[in-house]
């Protein structure tokens, strides 16, 4: 368990990200284009003496780059299309990197204090191992880091954090905890994240991730079997990029988050519990060994998760709006039904099977979630291909893969998931 620390802070921030200087945190923000991305810039442009905006990197989408080149000013930005980069048109002096280096050249820059990661899927996690070893601190939304790699993400959080220990010889400074060097920006994580602080790690008993249940927490497995993608991408509470939404609506979105939150809070897979929430009000909780269950409750606006990852041990006025409970009236919590929503308990098999099948996990479903989205596998068919794939290639060695065998695996795996039937 990685409980932080109870402290104060500069009210900037900064002293949540450096030991020492002073002035804003220099930020490098990777997916600037997506759901998060572009939440992210909404945060960071309304707080312009606490953060400076670095460098900016996205991977198609040159228009929305532009503008926001043109609002944050960075010194470098970075689009993976690199026929479309030669044709941007910048703010001058911007500098612009591409090539397949380009978001770790960006994430290790000797001006970067603190790395957001908006990508998606696995396109980051080389950035993420090199960001953390030239001691960058990493804010990330994106769970498939850690659910792939938290066995090489996880040793060097900790080695950072006992390092900033021993520094600063304060055991309370924000860096002297593992979750001051990997921030949550999950809306779920950053709750447990919120409700540990202060605690002490044998204070905990179980994590409870709430969960809204998607459009379908009622329907039958034979109504799932005929739903559209129009349907699927419909969510009740939660405005997301479409992935994450499909992931909402199967549950393996929850089952990837009980993954990430094992490594994150270094708690055993069978001490953390999913409860049903369709309000959203609650966004998690944590159980301690007396009985008590501390929870956060906010609106589902993923700027304040990624403004508190950004400001920690800080908090500042936000743009999200305080949830009004009055307003918010009843509600309602129940246990998942594994039954119709079987990923879940795949997700949960991968996560107690080790780093193998969880990446067969998360690159299974990139395809099925694809594939459910052009009408070449029906919804019933996106666990039914994720259970396939932790059974095909999540057995056997190595126990703990490198980073270059989680690459050669997640394109095995895509193989397999693109041919399945
Ligand atoms: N959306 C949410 O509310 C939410 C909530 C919690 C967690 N998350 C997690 O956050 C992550 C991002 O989710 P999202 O919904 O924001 O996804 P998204 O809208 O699909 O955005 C993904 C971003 O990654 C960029 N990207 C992809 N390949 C890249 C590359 N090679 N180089 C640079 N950038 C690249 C995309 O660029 P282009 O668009 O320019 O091609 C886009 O900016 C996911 O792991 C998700 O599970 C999201």
Redesign the pocket.
Same mark, same amino acid.
């Given at each position: 368990m990685a409980t932080p620390t109870r402290q104060g802070g500069s009210g900037n921030g900064g002293s949540g990200v450096r030991a020492s200087k002073a002035g804003p945190v220099r930020v490098a923000l +990777?997916?600037? $284009? $997506? @759901?998060? *991305?572009r &939440?992210a810039v909404d945060v960071l442009a309304r707080h312009p003496d606490a953060f400076r905006v670095v460098a900016l990197? %996205? $991977? @198609? &989408?040159s228009q929305? +780059?532009e503008e926001q080149a043109r609002l944050l000013k960075p010194a470098v930005v970075? +689009?993976? =299309?690199g026929r479309a980069a030669s044709r941007l048109d910048l703010p001058p002096g911007t500098e612009v990197v591409g090539g397949p280096d380009?978001?770790e050249a960006i994430a290790t820059r000797s001006d970067v204090d603190l790395v957001v /990661?908006? %990508?998606? *899927?696995l /396109?980051?996690l080389r950035s993420v191992l090199a960001a953390l070893e030239a001691g960058k601190v990493v804010a %990330?939304?994106?769970?498939?880091?850690l659910v792939a790699g938290g066995h090489l993400v996880m040793p060097l959080v900790r080695r950072l954090a006992a390092g900033a220990a021993g520094a600063t010889g304060d055991e309370h400074h924000p860096l002297a905890s593992p979750l001051g060097w990997l921030r949550p920006? =999950? @809306?779920e994580h950053s709750a447990i994240w919120q409700c540990l602080v202060g605690e002490k790690d044998a204070a905990v008993e179980r994590l409870l991730l709430t969960a809204s249940g998607g459009p379908f927490l009622d329907a039958s497995v034979a109504d799932l079997a005929t739903v559209t993608p129009e349907q699927a991408l419909r969510h009740p509470t939660? %405005?997301? *990029?479409?992935?994450?939404t499909i992931?909402s609506a199967t549950l393996t979105?929850k089952g +990837?988050e009980i993954i990430e939150a094992r490594w994150l809070y270094d708690v055993p897979l069978s001490a953390i519990s999913v409860v049903i929430h369709p309000q959203s009000v609650v966004h998690s909780a944590v159980q301690f060994v007396d009985g008590s269950v501390k929870a956060q409750l906010g609106t589902p606006d993923?700027r304040l998760p990624i403004q508190y990852a950004l400001t920690y041990p800080d908090r500042m006025p936000s743009p999200a709006a305080a949830v009004d409970l009055i307003a918010a009236g009843r509600l309602e919590f129940r246990a998942p039904d594994e039954g119709r929503f079987p990923a879940l308990r795949i997700a949960r098999e991968a996560g107690e099977a080790g780093p193998l099948a969880s990446t067969a996990l998360i690159s299974a479903d990139e395809v099925a979630v694809a594939r459910f989205l052009s009408g070449t596998l029906d919804f019933n068919g996106i666990p039914r291909l994720l259970g396939a794939a932790v059974e095909r290639f999540g057995q056997g060695e190595p126990a703990e893969p490198t980073l270059d065998q989680l690459v050669a695996i997640d394109a095995d795996v895509h193989r397999f998931a693109e041919a399945y039937r």
């Open positions: +990777l997916g600037s $284009g $997506g @759901s998060i *991305g &939440q990197a %996205t $991977g @198609s &989408q929305i +780059l970075s +689009l993976a =299309d380009a978001l /990661v908006a %990508t998606s *899927g /396109v980051a %990330t939304a994106n769970k498939e880091t920006i =999950d @809306s939660w %405005t997301m *990029g479409a992935k994450i992931d979105n +990837l993923m």
